[in-house]
């Protein structure tokens, strides 16, 4: 099997640029990139979309899932052409699980008393609601061991997730049929680290704990770069 495409599926709260630190790694160790921009709209609407974007790609996609983007993958992982998983400090759902369903059998983070929550409008239906984090709580909460003036920029420029994703089922657990790998962040203040501990587990993942925030991938980059190749090299024959 030829090297895969690696998509990388940013979480709530977030971009694509989350990433911004282990993509030149990856294209420096000759790996193919891709990091979409998830619509941080619903959990069924984002893997749909995700799942569409890898449909497109040419042979086999590794999916790289953060935080939320965990989740993403869990369903949108069932596309054909997808022969493995990364979690990185993201949920790994149950089929029939939703994300709140998860958290709720752990502890709550810090993360739970730092939303804030904004309507926004859906044309012909009633408002939706946005699920942002305070600004001023940001950096302690998501990026503590980022440079500061990095986390200054990332709360101002959250990308929100609708409410509607916290409820939504997986229709599907592609850990079930695909080889995965997972990362903990165990000085994470946004998951629980043992809701990442979970999910890892009850998939028969090989796991990673890794002394860091939530942004794993901004403040450790070439650590989740280690374990993305890993994978890379376990779904490659070449």
């Known amino acids: 099997m030829p090297k895969p495409t690696v998509v990388l599926v940013h979480g709530a709260f977030a971009d694509a640029s989350s990433f911004a630190a282990v993509i030149p790694l990856l294209l420096d160790a000759g790996v193919d990139v891709l990091a979409p921009a998830v619509p941080n709209r619903s959990l069924l609407g984002d893997s749909a979309y ?12 590794l999916l790289v899932g953060h935080s939320y983007g965990g989740a993403v993958i869990t369903v949108a992982g069932t596309t054909d052409n997808v022969v493995g998983l990364v979690y990185l400090a993201g949920y790994a759902l149950e089929e029939g699980e939703s994300l709140g369903e998860l958290q709720g059998r752990f502890p709550d983070s810090d993360l739970a008393s730092a939303l804030v929550y904004t309507p ?36 101002h420029s959250q990308r929100p997730l609708a409410a509607l994703a916290f409820g939504e089922t997986a229709p599907a657990a592609a850990w079930k049929t695909r080889p995965s790998w997972g990362t903990v962040s165990s000085a994470d203040h946004t998951i629980n680290p043992d809701v990442e501990r979970f999910g890892y587990e009850r998939a028969g993942m090989k796991v990673t ?9 901004l403040a450790h980059p070439q650590q989740v770069v280690d374990v993305v190749l890993e994978a890379v090299a376990a779904t490659s024959s070449d």
């Open 120 to 155: 926004f409008p859906v044309p012909g239906q009633e408002d939706g609601t946005d699920v942002s984090v305070d600004i001023a709580r940001f950096p302690a909460i998501f990026a503590h061991d980022v440079d500061p003036s990095l986390a200054r920029i990332l709360a």
């Open 50 to 61: 995700i799942s569409s974007v890898v449909a497109q790609i040419p042979g086999p996609v």
């Open 209 to 217: 704990e890794i002394d860091s925030s939530h942004l794993v991938m």
